[in-house]
């Protein structure tokens, strides 16, 4: 079992459309949970984190977290073309400090 | 805004040769790590360093591989005999306090021949 799966896509949504992304981990005990974009060849960039069960909002983008079902998920709304990119899942393990585990990403095409 | 560097971008290198990554954290941080993100595959965590010294590593960094923070301001890995596996994207990242990056150097991509 991978310790961080997200499907690889490819997502694609029409712009202004909700892009829905989601992630499972298999560390009951993981505290937090981000979500980084990647643009092709580029660097990671850090959009959200969420430690609490429940919904996390910053601007167009929400994050959620369900701690029983190991499930993170990233809402996408009003999607736009300059949100293509590939959306990479990452978890703090229980036993690690500020060590990331990351999924193999998500890549999404928003069609303009 | 203050950002990582490193260099260079791109680096080719023989197999069985040594390498030098090197980055600039941004001033002030404390903490400083490296992934990497072999083409097409996950990023995936290498090490963390703390006041000198090595605070986290994965099973990936094995003895071919150690870093150092030689003065004040550069953060370097070093891979001392270079096989074909070792060629990805390396990235440098830095925080002021214990925990993950928000920001990544734009990374070195490493060429293994």
């Known amino acids: 079992q991978k310790e961080v799966e997200q499907n690889s896509g490819p997502l694609s949504v029409p712009e202004g459309a909700i892009a829905s992304l989601n992630c499972t981990y298999s560390?009951?005990?993981?505290?937090?949970f981000f979500w980084y974009r990647q643009y092709s060849g580029k660097s990671p960039e850090l959009i959200m984190f969420?430690?609490?069960?429940g919904d996390k909002e910053d601007g167009r983008f929400t994050a959620q977290l369900n701690k029983a079902s190991q499930y993170v998920s990233l809402l996408i709304r009003d999607s736009q073309p300059s949100d293509s990119a590939t959306y990479l899942c990452a978890v703090v393990q229980e036993t690690s400090g500020s060590r990331l585990t990351f999924g193999e990403g998500t890549q999404l095409t928003v069609n303009p | 805004e203050p950002e990582v560097t490193q260099t260079p971008s791109h680096q080719v290198t023989q197999m069985g040769q040594e390498v030098i990554l090197r980055c600039v954290p941004i001033s002030n941080h404390l903490y400083f790590y490296w992934y990497r993100q072999i083409l097409g595959q996950k990023v995936e965590f290498l090490v963390s360093f703390y006041n000198n010294e090595i605070s986290e590593k994965s099973e990936i960094f094995d003895d071919q591989f150690s870093v150092e923070r030689p003065d004040g301001s550069n953060f370097t890995l070093k891979i001392r005999s270079t096989k074909l596996e070792d060629s990805a994207m390396y990235f440098c990242?830095?925080?002021?306090?214990?925990?993950?990056?928000?920001?990544f150097g734009s990374g070195t991509r490493l060429t293994v021949v």
């Open positions: 560390d009951r005990g993981s505290q937090s």
């Open positions: 969420i430690y609490s069960n």
């Open positions: 990242a830095s925080t002021p306090g214990e925990r993950p990056p928000g920001t």
